[in-house]
């Protein structure tokens, strides 16, 4: 089984069986986590993280993770947007 934890990664679960035998695999967070301020008085907020999975015998799929909810303005709508496109350009890498 493989060990090595993503070099990034600030979590680790542990390995979880999710098909069959032969597909465990444990879901991992990264250090590299924005948060993207709305309106205060509304409540926007979004927090976008890097997160993924690594397979039991190494390969690794990332993908972005958006969590949040609330009133943004059109300006923080684009530095949301701006956020978004600096993390496709992570997963990209």
């Known amino acids: 089984m493989m060990t090595t934890t993503p070099a990034d990664a600030t979590y680790v679960s542990d390995w979880e069986l999710i098909k069959h035998p032969d597909d465990y695999r444990r879901h991992f967070i990264t250090s590299d986590t ?7 008085d509304l409540g926007g907020m979004v927090t976008l993280s890097v997160q993924g ?3 039991r015998h190494g390969p690794v799929t990332r ?7 609330g009133a943004f303005t059109a300006a923080q709508l684009r530095t949301l947007a701006a956020e978004c496109l600096n993390m496709a350009d992570q997963l990209d890498a």
């Not at 924005?34 to 205060?40: E, L, T, Y």
């Not at 993908?63 to 909810?69: E, H, N, R």
Request: overall charge negative; aromatic content about 12%.
């Open 34 to 40: 924005r948060m993207v301020a709305g309106d205060a």
């Open 53 to 55: 999975e690594q397979h």
């Open 63 to 69: 993908y972005g993770y958006l969590d949040g909810s």
